[in-house]
């Protein structure tokens, strides 16, 4: 079981990078796939990128492809995503999750495959 907990949001410009951290407590932290979603107003939770545990490979929405990069640091039970060349439509709230489901498959993008979830951190980006 995992207990997720995101950091590192806040307001940016359009253009503008940041940083969002997850940290995670619990058990055998490097065999979950880690993600983030977005929610944004008024919008159902979207799928924004996934690491797999330690083979690190990475999935991306389309949206974000190119200018979001996720990571993940075993060693320190945290999973980091990058945010650059923002967007207004990138506003919104990110929420880190989590599973000990392997997969390599579309079901990737699911927020229905993930078990654990944190309590997300607000992204602002003004126009």
């Known amino acids: 079981q995992l207990h997720l907990v995101e950091s590192g949001g806040g307001l940016v410009q359009t253009g503008g990078s940041l940083r969002v951290s997850c940290a995670a407590s619990g058990r055998a932290f490097s065999t979950y796939v880690m993600a983030w979603f977005q929610q944004a107003p008024g919008k159902e939770r979207e799928f924004v990128a996934a690491?797999?545990?330690?083979?690190?490979?990475?999935f991306y929405a389309d949206s974000v492809q190119g200018r979001f990069t996720i990571s993940r640091d075993n060693a320190r039970n945290t999973v980091y995503l990058q945010m650059n060349s923002l967007k207004p439509e990138d506003t919104g709230v990110y929420y880190c999750a989590a599973t000990a489901t392997r997969t390599y498959d579309t079901s990737i993008y699911s927020r229905k495959l993930y078990d654990y979830w944190g309590q997300g951190t607000q992204v602002t980006v003004s126009s």
């Open positions: 690491v797999t545990g330690s083979a690190g490979i990475t």
